[in-house]
């Protein structure tokens, strides 16, 4: 089974400051038949369902702000929040889709400093 | 757009069962793999399994192989995941989420509201 790390477990940003996630996978997720990272970032709130936020690692999914974006490739990735909102309070997750398992990250918990 | 809607809360006893629905409105779910997803009382999300129904494919995470089954009806777009010999840790949160694209290689998108089963004596 393909493990995912993230760190850290939860960050405090102050509103419009920069948040950092990162991701690393015990294997690449770089297929080398269509040159794609497969791998997701979601963002979970209170009482929701897992939302898409950034697919193919980088891919901004349809009606996600541009503050967000994914970058990373192989083994390492990091998803990026320019500016806090408040807004963005919320648990965010990597996810592999290289093969199954499907497997996810345990979870970064995102609070206003 | 497809929407994912689940049935509703469970409790239930040790040792018993709990099968959990997962039906698609405006659109079908036969060519895309469903899949389940667990979330224990806050906890991260673990992959149980899933099913594609065109191909009468299942796949299960090891951990779940032995209890866990999950079956569909095309005829009604519905999806069903039964655990067996449930025990207290099973209580946990269960999502239903499609695979985006044919195949097992996918994000997950759309996301059912989530069925809470609820195990105690």
């Known amino acids: 089974d393909i493990v995912m790390t993230q760190s850290p477990d939860s960050l405090a940003v102050s509103l419009g400051e920069r948040a950092t996630i990162n991701c690393k996978s015990s294997?690449?997720?770089?297929?080398?038949?269509?040159?794609?990272?497969?791998l997701v970032w979601y963002q979970q709130k209170p009482g929701q369902p897992p939302r898409v936020l950034i697919y193919?690692?980088?891919t901004r999914e349809s009606g996600v702000p541009d503050r967000f974006s994914g970058s990373g490739s192989g083994t390492d990735f990091t998803l990026t929040i320019s500016s806090l909102q408040a807004e963005d309070v919320a648990v965010y997750y990597c996810?592999?889709?290289?093969?199954?398992?499907?497997?996810f990250g345990q979870g970064t918990k995102v609070e206003i400093k | 757009q497809v929407q994912l809607v689940q049935s509703g809360a469970e409790v239930k006893k040790p040792g018993s069962s709990v099968k959990v629905s997962c039906q698609a409105s405006?659109?079908?779910?036969?060519?895309?793999?469903i899949n389940w997803v667990r979330q224990a009382p806050g906890q991260g999300l673990e992959w149980m399994g899933g099913?594609?129904?065109?191909?009468?494919?299942?796949n299960y995470a090891e951990s779940f192989q032995d209890r866990v089954t999950i079956t569909a009806d095309e005829s009604s777009n519905t999806v069903y995941m039964e655990i067996i010999s449930l025990r207290s840790e099973d209580t946990a949160l269960y999502y239903c989420?499609?695979?985006?694209?044919?195949?097992?290689?996918?994000?997950?998108?759309?996301w059912g509201q989530g069925t809470l089963v609820t195990v105690s004596s």
């Open positions: 989420a499609r695979g985006l694209h044919s195949g097992w290689n996918n994000w997950l998108d759309p």
């Open positions: 405006g659109g079908t779910i036969i060519g895309n793999a």
């Open positions: 099913i594609i129904p065109i191909f009468d494919q299942v």
């Open positions: 294997q690449n997720l770089l297929h080398s038949s269509t040159n794609k990272n497969y």
């Open positions: 193919w690692a980088s």
């Open positions: 996810q592999q889709y290289y093969s199954t398992p499907l497997t």
